[in-house]
């Protein structure tokens, strides 16, 4: 005999209708969530009737029914499986569990005592079971099986930020960014407006993944400007590569770390990935940030179903020997270093180069500052980036040492001076200009 209580309650081989009243119905239901197990007069009381019992005797019932006859127990038995599974066969299974719903659980004995919570339990279960499947999809190619499922799950329960997260990687994965965005962004104003609440990290890594544009792996870009004075640099970090696993960049702001770190990569022989950490608010997003910019389609269709993003990261990264860059850390030094340790520890393939202002002080890294440039090369880049910017700018004889000056003033950093427009007003140009020690000087032009 069959017992269907992922909708109305049913029995019998053709899933009619469980016979009687609500009582009769709901005694059947709680048995059937313990098929095969005593349940005592009491608990069945206290489901069917709550603060007011009928009279009763001692003992207790047992339904004598296999517990795959029972749709919630076999669909539990099903999700349970799932997890951990690669994504085709997890598949298999998720989609055999969502198509036992018939409706929401329990649906004509909800106003029972046992039944709220119950329901409330198997209707989790299937919207677990809807995610799940909607992931294993995604990794396998199929962002749209599930839109419609994932759709219904969220117009149901509009505040459920794992479903509204899953549903905009599935329409980005499919090309439809602009849908992604207002799914996530009408989920983040409904949090505020009816919670007071900011969105949690799914969510916010949801949308950056939406605006980035892709979730595929990065490597270095090509150059747009020249890469002056660094050549010592390159030589000294490359052999650090060598014999450390773990390197970090540091020195203040505009330094060139990054670009610095972008040229080592693309020196290196071998795989290199790169995650830019600039952009994150805050530490709950950076494993997902590193498991976006290291996963191909095919590590992400091994990865398994379910598991939490540490899990997939250390996946997507096992049996590899990569050089990942952690660039921009200083906002997430803690939580860099945290996982930074953490995977060093599990993955002997991995190297990791990082930048920051300041050192992430996990076991074994070494440091290379990066310094000023020497006053050659800070003129010469003052220059180039000059005539970028001014067409025809050159540094004459005469006009050298003002630019070996004002470089030397800058730390050997002369890049900021030209985000700014040039050249400078004429009463800016004939005004004397006040150094950073206080002292008059004149005119940087």
């Not at 294993?136 to 749209?144: I, N, Q, W």
Request: charged letters at 25%.
């Amino acid at each position: 005999m069959r017992i269907g209580l992922l909708g109305p309650v049913t029995a019998g081989p053709d899933d009619m209708p469980a016979p009687g009243g609500v009582l009769l119905r709901g005694a059947l239901a709680r048995l059937a969530l313990d098929a095969g197990r005593s349940v005592s007069t009491e608990a069945l009381i206290d489901g069917l009737w709550g603060v007011e019992p009928p009279d009763t005797v001692p003992g207790g019932y047992r339904l004598t029914v296999d517990r795959r006859d029972v749709d919630a127990l076999r669909a539990e038995s099903l999700v349970d499986a799932a997890r951990g599974l690669d994504p085709a066969q997890a598949r298999t299974l998720l989609v055999q569990a969502t198509a036992l719903r018939r409706g929401p659980a329990l649906a004509d004995v909800r106003r029972l005592p046992f039944a709220e919570a119950a329901a409330a339990r198997l209707d989790e279960l299937y919207a677990t079971a809807v995610e799940l499947s909607a992931e294993a999809a995604l990794r396998l190619g199929e962002p749209a099986a599930e839109l419609d499922a994932l759709g219904a799950l969220l117009a149901a329960e509009p505040l459920r930020e794992s479903t509204a997260a899953l549903l905009a990687r599935c329409l980005q994965a499919g090309g439809r960014q602009v849908e992604a965005l207002t799914v996530l962004d009408r989920t983040r104003d409904r949090l505020a407006d009816e919670l007071g609440v900011d969105p949690g990290p799914d969510l916010s890594a949801a949308r950056l993944a939406v605006l980035r544009g892709s979730a595929g792996p990065r490597s270095a870009p090509a150059p747009l400007t020249s890469f002056v004075g660094r050549a010592a640099d390159v030589r000294r970090i490359t052999g650090l590569l060598a014999t450390s696993r773990p390197v970090t960049l540091t020195g203040p702001g505009g330094a060139g770390k990054t670009r610095l770190a972008r040229e080592i990569v693309r020196a290196r022989p071998g795989e290199s990935r790169i995650a830019e950490l600039a952009p994150l608010g805050g530490a709950d997003q950076l494993a997902s940030t590193v498991l976006d910019a290291v996963s191909t389609a095919e590590i992400v269709a091994r990865i398994p179903v379910g598991a939490d993003t540490t899990t997939r990261l250390l996946t997507a990264l096992a049996d590899r020997e990569l050089l990942l860059v952690l660039d921009n850390c200083e906002h997430l030094v803690d939580a860099a270093a945290h996982l930074v340790q953490t995977l060093l520890e599990r993955l002997p393939g991995l190297q990791v180069l990082a930048t920051s202002r300041e050192p992430l002080a996990v076991p074994g890294e070494v440091l290379h500052p990066v310094d000023a440039l020497a006053d050659d090369d800070a003129v010469r880049l003052f220059t180039e980036r000059g005539a970028a910017v001014v067409p025809g700018f050159t540094v004459t004889a005469a006009l050298r040492p003002a630019v070996a000056e004002i470089c030397r003033r800058l730390d050997g950093q002369p890049l900021a001076i030209w985000r700014s427009s040039w050249p400078p007003p004429a009463c800016a140009r004939s005004r004397p200009r006040r150094s950073v020690a206080g002292s008059t000087t004149g005119s940087a032009c």
